[in-house]
């Protein structure tokens, strides 16, 4: 693949993160928005009255502008670095075409960079989380994200090494069960953290954790399904037809 290639499919890459970035937004404001509102709500009513703090933004700015841009950034950077993984895996891991390649790449990443750390370390709403432990809670999270994502390229490595002897579907299953292993041990190992008051409502909690989680799917699903139609568009054009009604003239 040489470098002007990269460049289009890296230009396309942002493109579709910007897209996928639209679909997220649309998702964050209309499931998301209501449950931050609600737990703001929760922690207003329940803050002592000297405690209240002067909005240096407004919450209204906050749920809009602010939102569309943390999002829509986040898109056009995620879908430029994704990109550049999809040229070093396209061909590496199967005989998949450029459109298979990038959704098995957008779903292996959804799985690996934010489910795997989600189920150990779940999205808070506002009034959840004490501020003096936020730098725990945070490197925490980044650790398991990053144990994650080692463990899947460790994963896919064994899994094609396995391959020859086992088969692709025995080397797959081997390879995934290890994944499974590891990952259940750093459950196990790594601290709990639950912050959540005890009269914080369960429904609204739910709530927010399930809409947290169909953003992030909407954005790496929605990645996967354009960048996968841009790519195969770019490294596989249909040939040009020529309508039945357009002579061609024979050579002379």
């Known amino acids: 693949m040489n470098s002007a290639t990269v460049r289009n499919l890296l230009v396309r890459g942002m493109l579709a993160g910007l897209g996928a970035g639209v679909l997220a937004l ?19 009513a329940h803050a002592p009255a ?3 703090e ?9 749920s809009t502008a602010g939102l569309a841009t943390g999002v829509l950034v986040y ?4 879908g430029g670095i994704a990109a550049l993984a999809f040229c070093f895996a396209l061909g590496r891991v199967g005989r998949f075409t450029p459109r298979a390649t990038a959704l098995l790449l957008s779903g292996t990443a959804l799985l690996a960079v934010y489910v795997v750390p989600f189920l150990k ?6 009034s959840v989380g004490d501020p003096d432990t936020i730098g725990k809670r945070t490197t925490l999270y980044f650790l398991m994200m990053v144990l994650s994502v080692l463990l899947a390229f460790a994963a896919v490595i064994v899994g094609k090494r396995l391959a020859p002897k086992l088969g692709t579907w025995h080397a797959t299953v081997v390879a995934v069960l290890g994944f499974g292993v ?25 709530r927010f954790r399930l809409s947290a989680l169909a953003m ?12 996968g139609e841009l790519a195969e568009r770019l490294l ?17």
């Open 75 to 78: 898109g056009v950077a995620f």
């Open 121 to 126: 370390y779940p999205a808070n709403p506002p």
């Open 216 to 227: 992030q799917a909407t954005l790496w699903g929605g990645f996967g399904l354009v960048f």
């Open 26 to 44: 649309i998702v964050a404001y209309f499931l998301g928005e209501p449950n931050v509102d609600s737990a703001i709500g929760f922690e207003e």
């Open 54 to 62: 002067v909005e240096l933004v407004s919450r209204s700015l906050q």
């Open 182 to 206: 590891v990952i259940g041990l750093a459950y196990e190992f790594l601290p709990v953290i639950n912050e959540v008051p005890g009269d914080f409502p369960a429904t609204l909690l739910w």
């Open 236 to 252: 596989h054009p249909k040939p040009a037809t020529v309508s039945a009604g357009t002579a061609v003239a024979a050579p002379q």
């Open 50 to 52: 000297h405690e209240h």
